[in-house]
């Protein structure tokens, strides 16, 4: 299976501040059709996942244009140019490219 | 508005079969790959496996042997089957649409697999 590293696992910031997550996959994320499979994903307190960015750097509707996405191959960011409070919660990266999709381990964005 | 619905056991008893049904709203069943996630505590999410609306399925082989998911066009939900759970199989159970890119998903729902 792929795997996908994320890091930090923990990143507190202050409200405000640039906030900007790593995520690493084990093998590139290029599909056959060219397309890179990489989502973002935010999980508040209690929530199911809401899918933030898929394809590397596709904003989905109604998602803060503070939250942004970039990389390719196997390396990929998500950045969040100022933090408000209700981004915190956990972010997670995700491949659809090589079955069984996988997940990172989470990062948990906090106060500092 | 896309809404998914998760439903079932919240129990279930070591050995025996973990079942649930997640009933799509607000928008047709046909049409789109359909999804089964799950989240053992303290763990990372894991894709159980996908159908098509035409029943064709898809399985993550850490778990082929064990599930079997369905799909029901005529009452807009899809199922989950998982068979011989161990505690391992504790966790919260998402369905979602789209397995390669999850757009919408269900609220959650807990299954702990206990005697």
């Known amino acids: 299976d792929v795997v996908m590293t994320q890091s930090p696992l923990s990143l507190p910031v202050t409200l405000g501040q640039p906030a900007s997550i790593s995520c690493r996959s084990s093998?590139?994320?290029?599909?056959?059709?060219?397309?890179?499979?990489l989502n973002w994903f935010q999980q508040r307190p209690g929530q199911s996942p809401r899918r933030l960015i898929y394809k590397v750097s596709n904003r989905d509707s109604g998602v803060p244009d503070r939250f942004s996405g970039s990389g390719s191959g196997t390396d990929f960011t998500l950045q969040i140019s100022r933090v408000e409070a209700e981004d915190l919660g956990f972010y997670y990266c995700m491949q659809g490219t090589h079955w069984p999709y996988t997940f990172g381990q989470g990062t948990k964005l906090e106060i500092k | 508005q896309v809404q998914l619905q998760e439903s079932g056991p919240g129990l279930v008893k070591p050995s025996e079969t973990l079942s649930l049904t997640c009933t799509v709203s607000?928008?047709?069943?046909?049409?789109?790959?359909w999804t089964w996630i799950r989240q053992p505590p303290g763990k990372r999410l894991e894709l159980i496996g996908f159908v098509y609306y035409t029943g064709s399925t898809t399985y993550n082989p850490s778990l082929k042997s064990r599930v079997t998911i369905s799909v029901d066009t005529s009452k807009n939900h899809f199922s989950l089957r998982l068979s011989s759970v161990t505690a391992a199989d504790t966790a919260v159970y998402y369905c979602?649409?789209?397995?390669?890119?999850?757009?919408?998903w269900g609220q959650g729902t807990l299954v702990t697999v206990s005697s």
């Open positions: 979602a649409r789209s397995p390669i890119f999850p757009d919408y």
């Open positions: 607000g928008g047709s069943i046909s049409g789109y790959y």
């Open positions: 093998e590139s994320l290029v599909y056959s059709d060219g397309n890179t499979y």
